[in-house]
């Protein structure tokens, strides 16, 4: 059974700051990672989608990696700007079709 | 590019009650998603329809739970009847397929269920 975990569970950081958020996978057998943000009272928005073969996507001042044999996935956050507080939820397709959530970091930047 | 729409935005009801959500996916988008989300998880998918069929409702209290998508565009959620814990955000998403493509969300209905 896959299960998604993301560690930490909240964040705060002065405005600035590079940040790391990390998403932890049980089965290797995927066939993408997806990362998401949430604003309160909101629908999830695709920030960034890491096929199975690939290493890593970047999108402006985010970049995630997957690293499937150790099941962990990172998005890295650089300059992080009071805007960038919401919550970031990783989520892996399986073989499937079926896309497992992790419970989400809520991310709180400080100006 | 239209989004994903939903409605209501919001609903509350007694419990034992009936209340059904509606979504329009993005045009052209195939596959369609329910998900649950309670106040501090994930989302979790109910059910996920490719065109108007049935490909996952593993998660889907059938007993309470019903969803359709007869023309394989729109799609209503219904619970009945509603229980304490349904309270949650009920998300719907599409996408293009069910393979590799990005998925869209649409607003979310919140239930409170009381």
Redesign the interface.
Known sequence: KQE?TQIPAALSVPEGENLVLNCSFTDSAI??L?W?RQDP??????LL?I?SSQREQTSGRLNASLDKSSGRSTLYIAASQPGDSATY?C?V?RN?????????TTLQVKP | EAG?AQSPRYKIIEKRQSVAFWCNPISGHATL?WYQQIL??????LI?FQNNGV??DSQLPKDRFSAERLKGVDSTLKIQPAKLEDSAVY?C?SSRG???E???????T?LSVL
């Open positions: 998604v066939y993408n997806q998401f009272g909101k629908g999830l928005t695709s989608l096929q939820l989520a397709r499937t079709g079926k896309l497992i959530f992790g419970q989400g | 994903v998603y501090g998880q994930g989302p979790k998918l996920q490909v996952d998300l998403a069910q393979g590799s990005k998925l869209f969300f649409g607003s979310g919140q």
